[in-house]
């Protein structure tokens, strides 16, 4: 069973916009992580944010994290074409020995 | 090259028959997972190992078996396919790691159909 759950799973923007996408999981975590796939493709790994963390940068991406109401956050910003992917967020439960689970996933389209 | 290696990249093959995937990885990494992706679940873990004599199950291991050859080796095994192993399957990696998982890094992937 899916822990994390992706939210919109679909989302189309133009090209210069900004993108959110929202993860929420059901137990208490380590840490989330947020991949990306392009068609095709395996996972890359975008960036992790420990359970005592609350906000992270990388470049264009901003993770949030609120432990309280089991949920993160990933903002894409001035998205480019290139960021056509589909999006996961998966989490790293407390006690799983060391297993992610993955969510559903968010595709994300940026256009010209 | 790719870090992590999957063979074949593309499999059709029939109902009943054994089919092997294979994953190599140069990275160095002690720990190596299966997983696998359908449309809309996401993906599923398989089976993990964290190193050559640890072989875990993960959520859905049943019509699967893996072989951790050595630490940088480690091969799927459907023994009898079935239509319903149709599906886009992952290896990745990870780093030891004290506490909490280290990010993983995944092959391109096994598109497998089974007729």
């Known amino acids: 069973s899916q822990q994390g759950e992706e939210d919109p799973q679909a989302l189309s923007i133009q090209e210069g916009e900004n993108a959110t996408m929202n993860c929420s999981y059901k137990?208490?975590?380590?840490?989330l992580q947020w991949y990306r796939q392009n068609s095709g493709r395996g996972l890359v790994h975008l960036i992790l944010?420990?359970?005592?963390?609350r906000e992270k940068h990388s470049g264009r991406l901003r993770v949030t994290l609120d432990t309280s109401k089991k949920s993160s956050s990933l903002l894409i910003t001035a998205s480019r074409a290139a960021d056509t992917a589909s999006y996961f967020c998966?989490?790293?439960?407390?006690?799983?020995?060391?297993?992610?689970?993955f969510g559903t996933g968010t595709r994300l389209q940026v256009t010209l | 090259d790719a870090d992590v290696t999957q063979t074949p990249r593309n499999r059709i093959t029939k109902t009943g028959k054994r089919i092997m995937l294979e994953c190599s990885q140069t990275?160095?990494?002690?720990?190596m997972y299966w997983y696998r992706q359908d449309p809309g679940l996401g993906l599923r873990l398989i089976y993990y190992?964290?190193?050559?004599?640890?072989?875990n199950k993960g959520e859905i291991s049943d019509g699967y078996s893996v072989s951790r050859q050595a630490q940088a080796k480690f091969s799927l095994s459907l023994e009898s396919a079935i239509p319903n192993q149709t599906a886009l399957y992952f290896c990745?990696?990870?780093?030891?790691?004290?506490?909490?998982?280290?990010?993983?890094?995944f092959g391109d992937g096994t598109r497998l159909s089974i007729l």
């Open positions: 998966a989490t790293d439960g407390a006690g799983t020995a060391s297993k992610l689970t």
């Open positions: 944010i420990r359970s005592n963390e």
């Open positions: 137990t208490s975590i380590n840490n």
């Open positions: 190992s964290f190193d050559v004599k640890d072989i």
């Open positions: 990275k160095g990494h002690d720990r």
């Open positions: 990745a990696t990870s780093d030891r790691t004290g506490s909490g998982n280290q990010p993983q890094h």
